[in-house]
């Protein structure tokens, strides 16, 4: 079993809105990972939490706030966007994030497409 | 700087043909290369990953190759099928493990029936 689910599917919300994106994965993987996908692009990275805390943020600004409430969830507080913030967000998760080798395979869910006005 | 490079945007080819999507990368320090296939609007499907210690790892249609000397890897898929139209992204991560995965831009592949 390789699946990462997130919810909601898409999401439209106002510049003062304040909503959550939800990821979930019971493969037991220690790594997951947020990713901002816009068209024809590939996936960037966001945030990685390892072990269930924050290793990895690539400059994201704040209006973007990851959580790891426990090894199976994460998920991205979203306040104040801006319509450039409009994409596809992807969560993906991996076993072993430093053990090499196919613990570095990542295995995606199907995303949130997020609109914003 | 891009480490992983793609550098055909889009290949075309018949049902029933090989195709070969190609990805060249510039650091040393790789040693995991994966393939992975998206859908529009969908998350990126892990398809098939190779080891810098091997030179060919096999799945059933797909084969991906490892040329470590010239820094060159490709997928191939045969026969193709019009279900294989979609962007393939080349991955690859860093010597000891890395919480990173550096990405290619993508090939749109599109097979005609």
């Known amino acids: 079993d390789t699946e990462v689910t997130q919810t909601p599917k898409h999401l439209v919300m106002g510049m003062t809105n304040k909503k959550s994106l939800k990821c979930e994965q019971h493969?037991?993987?220690?790594?997951m990972y947020w990713y901002k996908q816009k068209a024809k692009k590939p996936p960037e990275l966001m945030f990685v939490?390892?072990?269930?805390?924050?290793?990895i943020n690539e400059s994201v600004p704040s209006r973007f706030s990851p959580e790891c409430p426990n090894s199976s969830l994460l998920n991205l507080h979203l306040h104040a966007l801006q319509p450039e913030d409009s994409a596809l967000y992807l969560c993906?998760?991996?076993?072993?994030?430093f053990g090499g080798g196919r613990g570095n395979t990542q295995y995606f869910g199907p995303g949130t497409r997020l609109l914003v006005l | 700087d891009q480490q992983v490079k793609q550098n055909s945007p889009s290949l075309s080819v018949q049902e029933g043909r090989i195709s070969i999507l190609n990805c060249d990368y510039t650091?040393?320090?790789?040693?995991?290369f994966l393939w992975y296939k998206k859908y529009p609007a969908e998350g990126p499907t892990f398809l098939i990953s190779?080891?810098?210690?091997?030179d060919k790892n096999e799945d059933g249609r797909f084969t991906v190759f490892l040329n470590k000397s010239a820094k060159h890897l490709s997928l191939h898929i045969v026969p193709s099928q019009p279900g294989d139209s979609a962007v393939y992204f080349c991955?690859?991560?860093?010597?000891?493990?890395?919480?990173?995965?550096?990405f290619g831009k993508g090939t749109k592949l599109t097979v005609n029936p």
């Open positions: 993906a998760s991996s076993q072993d994030p």
């Open positions: 493969m037991g993987h220690r790594a």
């Open positions: 939490y390892s072990y269930e805390k924050l290793s």
């Open positions: 650091n040393s320090m790789f040693d995991y």
């Open positions: 190779i080891s810098s210690i091997k």
């Open positions: 991955a690859a991560s860093a010597q000891g493990g890395s919480e990173k995965l550096v």
